[in-house]
């Protein structure tokens, strides 16, 4: 089946936008970018005009660093719960949710999460979930909620940790394994996966060195959260003496496949190494405000040359308001206007981010060109002055962010997944009733936890 995307503005995300163009999707490809006098459109059988008159259309945006999992704890009321530091917004909250996460919980939350990034022109995530309680095969489940039902091209993980006991960590690694195997015999490009670890203080060695040992025969890397609290860094040097870091290099777990969220409370020393192992950094800015964690210095991250992405680590899903939310922070932290810019923190989201994906999904994606996968958004952007492609972020920064501009159609993999502002296949009205009852079960739970 092909699809003609007509008479949209488009943003290619190769140096050029194209004020009335016609997209061509043909398959899971994009078959022609082109002026719409220069592409004739010329619709049979099954093939599909959709009206994009007045539109902009942009790359479906990737995610990468969340958690589908925090999507039942909106509005969750804890008694008592008023946390100092990240310790114990995890203890306080986070820690008790994922361990009272059963099937159909852990199924609601992914794909009320699965609609809500694609409502905001998400097309690709990389997940880190945990559930403590249902840990054999939640990856699945999660797969059949946000890629067979929803259609998101998703790379996900098991977050494995010792803070419930050696078992627990168990579980996690096969969880892990299970599914790294599983994904490793398709020849589909919309599943991917990482070695999923929650941090180095909820670690042991033991652990540490069991995963490395499996990294060297697994065409991936690790996904896990690095230095996001100082207490991190607190652990790694009070019980073994070196920073977190330099410890997760000593197990052999850092490399060009590795995807490290947060990277706050980093030391010099500990950025050469990041760079010279060109691993991936994803700064998460509303997640670290909400939880006082602290400010990534990603104007520094960036100048050193180091390869730094952007996530919402479960924090909300438009990535266009962790963007803008990324380059605000950063002028506050230098009391500096001047700091940064659009383009620059651009280049995380439009850039980066797509780099990540191409690397762990095999494909060529977030571009609007021919031979790229048709992973795509349009959505309603009347801009009132010019748009170009050399000033794109800047409209993005100034128009598209915080202004409600609605994501109305989105595609992956060259299926439609929402059209004219409905998602596809799918009732939203009984999903959210639905997770309303559920939410109201699992805090119910929490109560007595």
Not at 146 to 162: A, H, M, N, P
Not at 184 to 211: K, M, P, W, Y
Not at 245 to 273: Q, T
Not at 360 to 382: E, H, N, S
């Amino acid at each position: 089946m092909r699809y003609f995307l007509r008479n949209g503005r488009i943003w290619t995300n190769d140096g050029d936008l194209i004020d009335k163009g016609t997209i061509l999707v043909e398959g899971n490809e994009i078959k022609a970018v082109k002026p719409t006098d220069e592409l004739k459109v010329s619709p049979g059988g099954s093939d599909e005009v959709l009206n994009c008159k007045g539109k902009l259309i942009i790359p479906g945006m990737v995610n990468a660093h969340t958690h589908l999992y925090s999507t039942l704890a909106r509005g969750l009321p804890l008694p008592d719960y008023s946390p100092e530091n990240l310790s114990e917004v995890l203890t306080g909250l986070w820690w008790k949710l994922d361990r009272n996460l059963d099937e159909e919980a852990v199924r609601t939350s992914a794909r009320i999460g699965g609609m809500e990034l694609i409502k905001n022109g998400v097309t690709t995530i990389f997940d880190h979930h945990s559930s403590p309680g249902h840990t054999a095969g939640s990856l699945r489940v999660i797969e059949e909620e946000v890629v067979e039902k929803l259609g998101l091209r998703s790379s996900l993980c098991y977050e494995v940790t010792d803070r419930n006991g050696q078992e627990e960590a168990r579980r996690g690694i096969r969880e892990n394994l299970d599914w790294l195997s599983a994904v490793s015999n398709r020849d589909d490009d919309l599943t991917a996966g990482q070695f999923g670890l929650h941090a180095s203080f909820s670690l042991s060695s033991e652990t540490l060195e069991e995963v490395g040992s499996y990294l060297e025969d697994l065409d991936t890397g690790i996904h896990i959260h690095l230095a996001e609290g100082r207490e991190d860094q607190e652990d790694s040097l009070g019980k073994y003496g070196t920073r977190v870091v330099n410890r997760l290099d000593n197990y052999g777990l850092l490399d060009e496949k590795s995807v490290l969220a947060h990277g706050i409370h980093l030391s010099e020393p500990e950025k050469k190494i990041l760079l010279e192992k060109d691993s991936f950094l994803v700064h998460n800015p509303r997640s670290n405000m909400n939880n006082g964690a602290g400010v990534a210095d990603l104007e520094g991250l960036i100048s050193r040359g180091l390869r730094v992405g952007l996530g919402n680590d479960g924090f909300g899903f438009s990535m266009i308001d962790e963007f803008r939310a990324a380059l605000l922070l950063q002028k506050i932290y230098h009391g500096s206007p001047n700091i940064l810019g659009p383009d620059a923190v651009g280049e995380t989201l439009f850039t980066q981010n797509y780099n990540l994906a191409e690397t762990a999904f095999g494909i060529k994606v977030g571009k609007l060109k021919r031979g790229y996968k048709a992973d795509l958004v349009v959505m309603d952007y009347p801009s009132p002055t010019p748009l170009t492609g050399e000033n794109f972020f800047s409209h993005l920064f100034f128009g598209i962010s915080g202004n409600n501009y609605e994501v109305e159609t989105v595609f992956v993999d060259g299926n439609p997944l929402m059209k004219y502002s409905k998602l596809v296949g799918v009732e939203e009205r009984e999903e959210y009733q639905n997770a309303r009852e559920i939410s109201a079960r699992l805090w119910e739970e929490l109560k007595d936890n």
